[in-house]
């Protein structure tokens, strides 16, 4: 069946690289594409940026300058890339297959805290 | 960017009966090819988001027909008859139209 994981560290510091992995099964990354969302606590969704079936990218014109998202096809793996972290960003960070650009899975999501 | 505005932002609701919340978007939400990209959602407590509604009315697989979507290009309802207690959580619009894709603020549903 369809599933999406997501992993990373728990806590990154103020001004650091975050960097995440999806790791997906029961589909390929060359057949839908893959989104990030994140949700700061309490509070509610945000797009981040997709990577499309062929690779390219598409990101949030507010994340742009810090955001890098690639992938691994033959390990069907997604991989996020986030720098200089503030404590906004504090937040759980969902991927999800985009079918017909929307979400119809989600990964059950990874926290992740920034702070020194 | 897209903006959608939820109503109410929270409701509550008796086991039984019916809810209803609001979507407005900021733009129209057809598309060219005639589809409305307005989708639901619901995020149940400790979660991730789980899809309800496809293209304003379409109910996604396995979820119950108790859920309903309508709405014109602009304006959107969700309405969930006799809740139960497992409708519990936050419900969020969304619209895929364009990017970047946006969300509305959630509507918490809870329990009288």
């Known amino acids: 069946q369809v599933q999406l994981k997501e992993s990373g560290p728990g806590l990154v510091q103020p001004s650091q690289t975050l960097s995440l992995t999806c790791t997906v099964s029961g589909f390929s990354l060359t057949s839908y594409h893959v989104s990030w969302v994140r949700q700061p606590p309490g509070k509610g969704l945000e797009w981040m940026g997709v990577i499309w079936t062929g690779g390219s990218t598409a990101y949030n014109s507010l994340l742009k300058s810090r955001l890098s998202i690639s992938r691994d096809t033959s390990k069907s793996q997604v991989f996020l890339k986030m720098n200089s972290l503030q404590t906004e960003d504090t937040a759980t960070y969902y991927c999800?297959?985009?079918?017909?650009?929307?979400?119809?899975?989600w990964g059950q999501g990874v926290m992740v805290t920034v702070s020194s | 960017d897209i903006v959608l505005t939820q109503a109410p932002l929270s409701v509550s609701v008796t086991p039984g009966e019916s809810a209803s919340i609001s979507c407005r978007s900021s733009?129209?939400?057809?598309?060219?090819?005639?589809?409305?990209?307005l989708y639901w959602y619901l995020q149940k407590p400790g979660k991730s988001p789980q899809l309800l509604i496809y293209r304003m009315s379409n109910l996604a697989s396995g979820v119950p027909d108790r859920f309903s979507g309508s709405g014109s290009e602009t304006d959107f309802t969700l309405k969930i008859s006799k809740v139960e207690t497992e409708d519990v959580g936050v419900y969020y619009c969304?619209?895929?139209?364009?990017?970047?894709?946006?969300f509305g603020a959630g509507t918490k549903l809870e329990l009288k």
């Open positions: 969304a619209q895929f139209l364009e990017y970047p894709y946006t």
């Open positions: 733009k129209s939400l057809l598309s060219s090819k005639g589809i409305t990209s």
């Open positions: 999800a297959r985009t079918y017909n650009n929307y979400f119809d899975y």
